[in-house]
């Protein structure tokens, strides 16, 4: 069974641009996370989809981030325009249940130059 | 604010001693702790977890032990192996957010021959 995966796995644009990460679930799996990591730091929570709705944007830094998931399979994640700030590895994480397992894509490295 | 802190950057074990990680967090309301693990590349991937009302759940090497009262946790990995070097992530969430893994900043094992 096809783990997490993510696209693309780098990318690298300038300050002021806008970048789109995919993920694409595990089949099945109706919980999907977004995470980051900045320069080796924590990883930090972005947001929760349950379906194609979100359950948990807390994490989400500023309205320059928008993430979708429309009809509930694969999501995107849309920064515009991107800061230098913004640079990290992003990650994806798929669920069954709510409680379940996450499992983790192999993340987008973004470099904002 | 980081509820979940890893302070030792690094750690550097000899294969077939004991390795110890360590982690706290300040959030009284976490009740499910977790630790991933990451290799170069990769996205974390699950290694083991406990609940609140436990203090300690082992699986094969690896054991997890939970001190409430002084907000910590420790992983042992006994014994050590090359294969786990690598970098160990602390996570905890607590019941009315679940879903959102509140991550330390990672333990860097390396395990020499």
């Known amino acids: 069974e096809a783990g997490v995966t993510q696209f693309p796995s780098h990318s690298v644009i300038e300050k002021g641009q806008t970048v789109t990460l995919r993920c694409d679930p595990i089949?099945?799996?109706?919980?999907l996370y977004w995470y980051r990591r900045v320069m080796g730091k924590e990883i930090k929570f972005l947001l929760h989809?349950?379906?194609?709705?979100?359950?948990?944007e807390s994490g989400m830094p500023n309205n320059r981030f928008l993430a979708e998931r429309t009809g509930g399979t694969y999501s995107t994640l849309k920064v515009q325009p991107a800061e230098l700030e913004d640079s990290g590895v992003y990650f994806c994480?798929?669920?069954?249940?709510?409680?379940?397992?996450?499992?983790f894509g192999p993340g987008t490295r973004l470099t904002v130059l | 604010d980081q509820q979940v802190k890893q302070n030792s950057p690094s750690l550097s074990v000899q294969e077939g001693r004991i390795s110890i990680l360590n982690c706290d967090y300040t959030?009284?309301?976490?009740?499910?702790f977790l630790w991933y693990k990451k290799y170069p590349a990769e996205g974390p991937t699950f290694l083991i977890s406990?609940?609140?009302?436990?203090d300690k759940n082992e699986d094969g090497r690896f054991t997890v032990f939970l001190n409430k009262s002084a907000k910590h946790l420790s992983l042992h990995i006994v014994p050590s192996q090359p294969g786990d070097s690598a970098v160990y992530f602390c996570?905890?969430?607590?019941?009315?957010?679940?879903?959102?893994?509140?991550f330390g900043a990672g333990t860097q094992v390396v395990v020499t021959p």
């Open positions: 996570a905890a969430t607590e019941t009315d957010s679940w879903g959102k893994l509140q």
């Open positions: 989809f349950v379906k194609e709705s979100k359950q948990d």
């Open positions: 406990i609940s609140s009302i436990k």
């Open positions: 959030n009284s309301m976490f009740d499910y």
């Open positions: 994480a798929s669920s069954l249940g709510g409680t379940d397992t996450q499992y």
């Open positions: 089949s099945g799996h109706d919980n």
